[in-house]
């Protein structure tokens, strides 16, 4: 067996014929000596000619075949032992899918609604600037990630093995090209259909689902023999177990008043927290393909970082042809996210453009102690709201933000509650502004013409990742000294991602049984 690389121009996709070919040369034998052929990635190269770049593994005659991998069956758990899943984002969905795997119960409660019903509450956000504070971007069945754009990009089987979470995303309706882009992306337009048909395969094989049900309480109760979990949720109804998946996503920040109120081991983290940078799609083609770009291509992309002042200033959730959508889930807060369909096909590249921000920054928040930077997250938020008093967002263009001067007229965005010019350069915390002003002068030496006064920055990205971990043991992956629980996912502090939180939902899941 043997791996090599092959370029394709862009347009053309290589036939099986191409590919043995290559796999000839490649292995040494002649066209009949081979036996099999794989393609392993696929990535876009702008340097020069514009190409698609193949990894392929192949093998001859008289070799091992390739391995291919193939999903494990679900059971049927109608009469399995329950295993309590709280939160339906991606760390619970792929916990509930593992449960299946190893024949045990997944009974999973999601404070928000089922993804269709949220699709109004969704609406109401955009069209009204009206906040469902259990419905929203974040809270709802597929959690955050239904709503912002499906992108994979974790590659990195350092936690887990992601070949079961891209597969079961493929049978459950994405497309096979996730299995081997380097950029893989599945688009909102499609999430919710996926979303859906997970659900109906975890109900199908004897799993349950309950909506509206938002955990309030965790009770240890003992029976003289063993300890079980009852999960108390807000109307009334119970849920027992003696195993208990915590998922509830990085902005379920009443979680971590739970435990502190009990005295469970939390501790701090970094985060990273800026604004949203919204280019015309064409600028970033122009860019990115060298003046290249034909409309067949797909629309350019970026990834970028600095280092200022001894943090990192980078480019984070990066949209192509996307879409700004308001992510607050409470009222008298402004907090953005970015989105995009499968096509990639707005007039608008968007990404976030944040700053690393530790403990140690904040010495006026020291009183809070691990909650130091939830409440600085949180103050940054309610600032901007103050600032717009609605969900527009304050926003200047990108070199008045670096010279310090209002923007007098702002460009058009889509973000559809609307903009309102600001001073971000005051509104911002000085120590974010600084590392950020001296940034972004920085990429347009990386991508001439990225620093432009065509580019608005809209404030706040903060929900880059939760600001909080709770504390598990490393070995049996509970939570530390609270057996039978096992927080998980962004909200634990564990994953930032769709791939990475599904992972990580899948190793609690695989501990638990």
Not at 13 to 42: C, F, H, M, W, Y
Not at 191 to 197: D, H, Q
Not at 401 to 413: D, M, N, T
Request: aromatic share 8%; hydrophobic share 35%.
């Amino acid at each position: 067996m043997k791996e090599f690389d092959i370029s394709f121009p862009i347009r053309q996709t290589p036939s099986r014929e191409d590919l043995v070919a290559a796999a000839a040369r490649a292995l040494g034998v002649s066209r009949n000596k081979v036996a099999d052929i794989q393609i392993i990635r696929r990535s876009l190269d702008a340097r020069g000619e514009i190409v698609n770049r193949y990894r392929v593994a192949a093998s001859a005659v008289g070799e091992d075949s390739l391995e291919r991998y193939t999903l494990p069956e679900y059971k049927d758990v109608s009469s399995a032992r329950e295993v309590v899943v709280i939160g339906g984002g991606p760390a619970g969905m792929f916990a509930a899918l593992h449960l299946l795997m190893e024949g045990r119960k997944p009974v999973i409660i999601e404070r928000g609604k089922d993804v269709h019903s949220r699709k109004v509450d969704v609406a109401a956000i955009n069209q009204k600037g009206i906040v469902n504070e259990e419905s929203n971007y974040c809270f709802g069945e597929g959690g955050a990630g239904t709503f912002s754009d499906g992108k994979l990009f974790t590659r990195s089987n350092k936690r887990g093995d992601i070949r079961e979470v891209l597969h079961q995303l493929v049978a459950f309706g994405a497309d096979e090209s996730i299995l081997v882009d380097a950029h893989p992306h599945i688009g909102s337009d499609c999430l919710p259909r996926i979303v859906e048909n997970i659900r109906k395969c975890i109900i199908e094989h004897g799993g349950e689902y309950h909506f509206s049900e938002k955990m309030t309480d965790l009770v240890q109760v003992c029976d003289g023999k063993s300890t079980r979990w009852k999960v108390v949720c807000e109307g009334g109804n119970t849920y027992t177990s003696d195993s208990v998946i915590l998922a509830t996503g990085h902005s379920s920040r009443e979680v971590y008043g739970l435990f502190a109120r009990k005295g469970w081991a939390l501790e701090a983290k970094g985060f990273a927290l800026g604004v949203r940078a919204e280019h015309p799609q064409w600028l970033i083609n122009r860019i990115q393909y060298h003046g290249k770009y034909q409309p067949w291509m797909p629309a350019a992309e970026y990834s970028l970082v600095e280092q200022v002042e001894g943090r990192g200033v980078f480019s984070f959730c990066m949209c192509p042809g996307g879409i700004l959508v308001p992510s607050s889930t409470g009222t008298g807060e402004v907090v953005l996210n970015g989105m995009s369909n499968s096509q990639r096909n707005s007039q608008w590249a968007n990404a976030g453009i944040v700053c690393s921000v530790e403990p140690g920054d904040v010495p006026e928040f020291e009183k809070y102690g691990i909650f130091a930077l939830l409440e600085f997250q949180s103050s940054v938020e309610r600032r901007m709201f103050s600032f717009s008093d609605s969900l527009k967002a304050p926003a200047q263009r990108m070199q008045d933000f670096c010279r310090k001067v209002c923007s007098s007229s702002l460009p058009k965005s889509s973000y559809q509650p609307g903009t309102v010019s600001a001073p971000l350069n005051e509104l911002l915390p000085d120590f974010v502004y600084r590392r950020m002003r001296a940034a972004f002068p920085a990429f347009d030496r990386k991508m001439k013409g990225f620093y432009t006064n065509d580019a608005l920055l809209l404030a706040t990205e903060s929900r880059t990742s939760s600001p909080v971990r709770i504390v598990r043991d490393s070995e049996t992956m509970c939570a530390l000294g609270l057996p039978g629980l096992y927080p998980c996912g962004e909200g634990a502090g564990y994953s930032g991602g769709i791939v990475s939180s599904a992972v990580d939902g899948i190793s609690v899941a695989a501990a638990a049984v």
